[in-house]
C-alpha cells in the first residue's frame, strides 16, 4: 500500500492511503489547493447560513412568545438587541473570511504572473 507524500503541519509524514497511480492524498495534492480553498470557503458559508437560520427560528419564537405575553416586551427588545449585535459579528466574520480568500487568490495569480514573466525573460 502506498502511502500520500505529503507532510502534515507537525512536521509528520500524511499516513495516509493512497492509489498507485496518485503521490498525495486530496490534503496534500497541489494540484486540488483550488478545490480544497473553494470547499472550505463554502463550508464557512454553510456553518454561516446554519447560524443565521438558528437566529431566524430564536426570533420568531421569541416574537411569538412576546406577542402571546409569554415574555416581558422589555425582555423581548434586549434579546432582539442582542442578537442583533450575534448577527452583525456573524457578516463581519463572513467579510474577513471573504477577503482573505481574496488576499490568498491575487497572491497565487501574482505568483502565477511572476513566474509566466520570468519564464518569457528566459525564453
Same mark, same amino acid.
Given at each position: 500500500m502506498? &502511502?500520500?507524500s505529503g507532510i502534515k503541519p507537525n512536521g509528520g509524514r500524511c499516513e495516509r492511503i493512497v492509489s498507485a497511480e496518485q503521490t498525495y492524498c486530496y490534503s496534500h495534492d497541489p494540484g486540488r489547493q483550488a478545490e480544497r480553498r473553494r470547499n *472550505? $470557503? &463554502?463550508g464557512g458559508r454553510v456553518k454561516a447560513t446554519a447560524e443565521i437560520? &438558528?437566529?431566524k427560528a @430564536? #426570533?420568531?419564537a421569541l416574537a411569538d *412568545?412576546? #406577542?402571546e405575553g409569554r415574555v416581558d416586551k422589555s425582555v423581548a427588545a434586549v434579546t432582539s438587541q442582542i442578537w442583533n449585535v450575534y #448577527? @452583525? $459579528?456573524v457578516r463581519t466574520e463572513l467579510k474577513v473570511r471573504e477577503a482573505e480568500e481574496l488576499a490568498r487568490e491575487v497572491e497565487e495569480l501574482r505568483t502565477i504572473i511572476d513566474m !509566466?514573466?520570468?519564464r !518569457?525573460? @528566459?525564453a
Open positions: 502506498q &502511502r500520500c *472550505a $470557503a &463554502r437560520g &438558528r437566529v @430564536s #426570533l420568531q *412568545a412576546t #406577542l #448577527l @452583525s $459579528a !509566466n514573466t520570468d !518569457n525573460r @528566459s
